[in-house]
């Protein structure tokens, strides 16, 4: 079965400072999306960034930005400035192998300390 | 506002009762989805359904079944709950499949269902 591996279950980083959440995929579709959402304690899944996978350039959205390397399916997300509000799970996604539906990592819960 | 609309967000269940699990988007969207979520285990598919008039399994699909009643609409029954089934359920729809969509899944606001 297709995964989507987020290897750090818990963070935690000081506030204003940078944090950087790993993923990694596995999917075989050549052109497609990838995204990051984010899981507040409301519950509401938000959509953070997304990442075109046969464009170069990296994602930014404000202070959240990726790092994508298309050869070893990598898709970080980099968090700068970091706020309280940031706090929350956030979770990877990847197409499946069939192109058909997402695939989500298990998640990396994210403090943010004052 | 548009968006997808899930009902109800809470429900406690016994052990063998029946319900289901709401779900409508307005976004003329294609393919609506089910998935469970679990402490640990990130977001798991039940059921989709690509176009209206289709449904296909997900990962998880046993003790569940769907109905896509029309574009708008795409529901979950549980037919006898089980405690295994205690979970967050999320709906969610997208303009096209994964690998052709740009903009991902819109969600609904979740279901905490506790079955005792």
């Known amino acids: 079965a297709q995964t989507v591996t987020q290897s750090q279950p818990e963070m935690s980083v000081q506030e204003a400072e940078t944090v950087t959440l790993s993923c990694t995929y596995d999917?075989?579709?050549?052109?497609?999306?990838l995204f990051w959402y984010k899981q507040p304690p409301s519950r509401q899944m938000i959509l953070v960034i997304r990442q075109e996978a046969y464009k170069q350039q990296n994602a930014t959205e404000n202070r959240f930005s990726v790092n994508f390397q298309k050869a070893a399916k990598s898709f970080s997300l980099k968090i700068s400035d970091s706020q309280l509000g940031d706090t929350a799970m956030y979770f990877c996604?990847?197409?499946?192998?069939?192109?058909?539906?997402?695939?989500f990592g298990p998640g990396t819960r994210l403090s943010v300390l004052p | 506002n548009a968006g997808v609309t899930q009902t109800p967000k809470f429900q406690v269940l016994k052990t063998g009762q029946s319900m289901t699990l709401q779900c409508a988007q307005d976004m003329n969207h294609n393919s609506m989805y089910w998935y469970r979520q679990d402490p640990g285990m990130g977001l798991r598919l039940i059921y989709y359904s690509a176009s209206e008039g289709t449904t296909d399994k997900g990962e998880v699909p046993n003790g569940y079944n769907v109905s896509r009643l029309n574009k708008r609409e795409f529901s979950l029954r549980l037919e006898s709950a089980a405690p295994s089934q205690t979970s967050v359920y999320f709906c969610?729809?997208?303009?096209?499949?994964?690998?052709?969509?740009?903009?991902?899944?819109?969600f609904g606001s979740g279901t905490r269902l506790t079955v005792v």
């Open positions: 996604a990847s197409p499946d192998n069939y192109g058909q539906n997402f695939v």
């Open positions: 969610a729809s997208s303009e096209a499949r994964a690998g052709a969509s740009s903009y991902g899944y819109t």
């Open positions: 999917t075989s579709e050549s052109n497609y999306y």
